[in-house]
């Protein structure tokens, strides 16, 4: 195939509907259409006048330093404490007494309230506390915690003495805790006896124990008692009670330089092994904090705003942590999953709170389509106002799913895309701004340049697919790979040169609006055509009966590649009945075209998901082709891949 006449990926959908956004949320908006001009006329200015949201200890001189590129440095030598800026600030301006977080544990009738003051006195006590375990700044801390208060109280108190958090998700095995602790050298593990999971205690520190037995370099487990379960005891564990609850509440804040180190976040490994991802401390607050009161339109006094993610993923650090908190806002935290007790909970937490934004995962919204709109019907959800999506495409069916089913056909949805290395938002719509479009993610936010190029790295004119690059550097960018420069460079800055390459796919629309169309590790190449897995799923997730979808590209001798459907159906559509499969395939053939046509589609209860609720194509390509599948560390749920395989012999898959 030449590079020079074929499109370096194909576009496929289309997609009619327009949703303006609603007149009242227009007439109040945060961000007006104007914005855009504005930073696209001087964007550092834009980016400085960002800042201002923050409280500074000392002024940066310079916005950024690009003249050791791809090593980027914004806000130099400005000073900031992080914790302040989320916590100190808003008791001082007189907002003590303000709701931080509505807590809502597992087990049911098990909250907490916890205010600004409240979370400032904790904070400030946990400080000293990892001061007195001897932690100082750039240290690194693990947290490998439950969604409990004090997973943010270790953040931030990290964050205030300067030390470097690293948060492992709780779901992670021994293993995978020991090879970030190992990676990022770190000396304190900050923990939990257990969590709540699904209606039980489910424990976390005997993968601690393993861990911290295979790293020499820990000195200290500080532990939160949650469950109350049985815990084995070693000399290097200190409760979180005896040490944290003791320590004094007074405790003041140094600045640190802009670019001191705050975090490293692995990233969710969906493609493979996990990198870990430095982030310091102005440029991502500035961004973080920005984009949170811009995408979400937030305003601070009176929303109550639910982001559904775990602290464990970079979501979490950006939008229940450092933005929420640095905007003052009040958040809800809930610890456990949406069908725990049941299918309804977290529609009951909407109404119960009155949340008014409401942020999570397309995987997420699957699954609430899957068990059918009369489960959110019993509940008021007319709060909600705004709606948010991360992680992965969101279908147009999904889309318009969430909006009328959760947002009563009102609430605009921000799809937003961006990565554990961007930091914060790069592309979204603004509710006060964008008509949007369900499954695109519309355009670059202000101050964000971002383009899709060709192979050669040229642009592609509108109505053209090809790699998703940003331009330009961005204030919450990731400043490298921890401890490995030269794989920052390797993997983010080389294959389009002066442009970061995100690996992700995307297609212009006529108008210019961005659509999202999977990794290009994932593209497949069918006759010639290179083809994207998200039309595909989306094509069949459009289908009344199909819940979920995954697409992959199989070896194929007459065509190179096939493409191969995995889907799991709607709960009314029971067995999906005995055409299911030829009535998919025709489907897709109607909706984009014979040349996406799946040559078989298997029916499967569930697909291999990551933790953080993403597809893992690869290992389905794995089974498409007969091939042993490859490394399934990072995945949720390892029997998933036996029952696919299991299914697939009892032939349910269609082949023609
Ligand atoms: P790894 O890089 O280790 O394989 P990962 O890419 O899954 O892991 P994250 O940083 O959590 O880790 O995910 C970022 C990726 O998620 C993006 O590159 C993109 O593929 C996908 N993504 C996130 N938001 C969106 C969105 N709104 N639309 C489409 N894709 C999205
Ligand atoms: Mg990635």
């Not at 709607?570 to 005995?578: F, I, S, T, V, W």
């Not at 499967?604 to 560390?633: F, Y």
């Amino acid at each position: 195939m030449s590079e020079s006449t074929e499109p370096s990926l194909s576009n496929l959908s289309r997609e009619e509907r327009r949703f303006e956004p609603p007149a009242d949320l227009v007439a109040s908006a945060n961000v007006t259409e104007q914005v855009y001009a504005e930073a696209e006329s001087d964007r550092l200015a834009f980016w400085e006048s960002a800042a201002q949201r923050l409280s500074w200890g000392t002024r940066w001189d310079r916005v950024l330093d690009w003249d050791d590129a791809p090593f980027g440095k914004w806000f130099v030598g400005g000073e900031l404490n992080a914790s302040y800026n989320c916590v100190d600030r808003h008791v001082e301006a007189g907002n003590g007494g303000k709701v931080a977080f509505h807590w809502v544990g597992e087990p049911e009738d098990d909250t907490r309230t916890i205010t600004y003051s409240d979370l400032k006195d904790e904070v400030c006590r946990a400080a000293n506390a990892l001061t007195d375990l001897g932690v100082s700044t750039g240290d690194r801390v693990a947290i490998y915690m439950p969604m409990i208060p004090e997973t943010v109280v270790s953040m931030l108190a990290c964050a205030r003495i300067g030390a470097i958090h690293t948060v492992v998700f709780g779901g992670f095995s021994a293993d995978a805790l020991a090879n970030r602790i190992e990676d990022c050298d770190a000396t304190l593990v900050i923990t939990a006896d257990g969590g709540y999971r699904r209606g039980a205690p489910s424990a976390l520190k005997p993968a601690v124990d393993d861990a911290v037995g295979r790293s020499p370099g820990i000195q200290n487990v500080l532990v939160v008692r949650r469950t109350g379960q049985d815990i084995a005891w070693g000399d290097k564990d200190v409760w979180w009670h005896d040490v944290v609850d003791k320590a004094s509440s007074e405790h003041t804040p140094e600045n640190f330089d802009a670019e001191h180190p705050l975090y490293v976040m692995y990233t969710s490994g969906t493609t493979g092994k996990p990198k870990g991802i430095l982030h310091t401390t102005g440029g991502y607050l500035v961004q973080s904090a920005w984009t949170h009161w811009a995408v979400f339109d937030l305003k601070p006094e009176t929303d109550v705003f639910w982001c559904s993610a775990d602290i464990g993923w970079v979501t979490g650090h950006s939008y229940i942590v450092y933005g929420p908190l640095a905007n003052g806002c009040t958040s809800i935290l809930y610890e456990g999953t949406p069908d725990t007790p049941h299918r309804g909970r977290w529609w009951e937490i909407v109404q119960q709170y009155g949340v008014t934004i409401f942020y999570t995962a397309p995987t997420a919204i699957r699954a609430c389509m899957k068990w059918g709109k009369d489960i959110p019907e019993q509940f008021d959800l007319s709060s909600l106002r705004v709606l948010g999506s991360v992680g992965e495409s969101i279908n147009p069916e999904a889309y318009v799913w969430y909006r009328d089913a959760i947002g009563g056909g009102t609430a605009p949805v921000m799809d937003t895309w961006w990565q554990t290395e961007t930091g914060a938002h790069m592309i979204s719509p603004l509710p006060g701004v964008t008509a949007g479009k369900p499954g695109s993610a519309m355009q670059g936010l202000p101050g964000i340049v971002v383009d899709v190029v060709d192979d050669t790295g040229a642009s592609v004119p509108d109505g053209s697919g090809g790699y998703l690059v940003v331009r330009e550097p961005w204030p919450a960018m990731l400043r490298t790979l921890w401890g490995d420069d030269q794989r920052y460079k390797d993997t983010y800055w080389s294959r389009f040169p002066g442009m970061y390459f995100a690996g992700d796919g995307a297609k212009k629309d006529e108008d210019g609006d961005i659509w999202l169309l999977g990794r290009v590790d994932d593209v497949m190449n069918v006759s010639g055509h290179r083809l994207s897995t998200t039309e595909i799923e989306s094509a069949l997730v459009s289908h009344p009966k199909v819940a979920e979808a995954a697409v992959v590209g199989a070896k194929d001798e007459s065509s190179g590649q096939a493409v191969v459907a995995f889907v799991i159906l709607r709960e009314d559509a029971g067995d999906g009945g005995p055409d299911v499969v030829a009535e998919l395939r025709q489907h897709v053939t109607k909706e984009i075209g014979a040349i996406a046509k799946p040559k078989s589609i298997m029916v499967v209860p569930e697909l291999p998901k990551t933790r953080s609720g993403k597809i893992m194509r690869r290992l389905l390509q794995d089974v498409a082709e007969n091939r042993e599948v490859g490394d399934a560390t990072t995945l949720a749920d390892t029997s998933v891949m036996d029952q696919i395989k299991s299914g697939l012999s009892s032939g349910k898959a269609d082949e023609d």
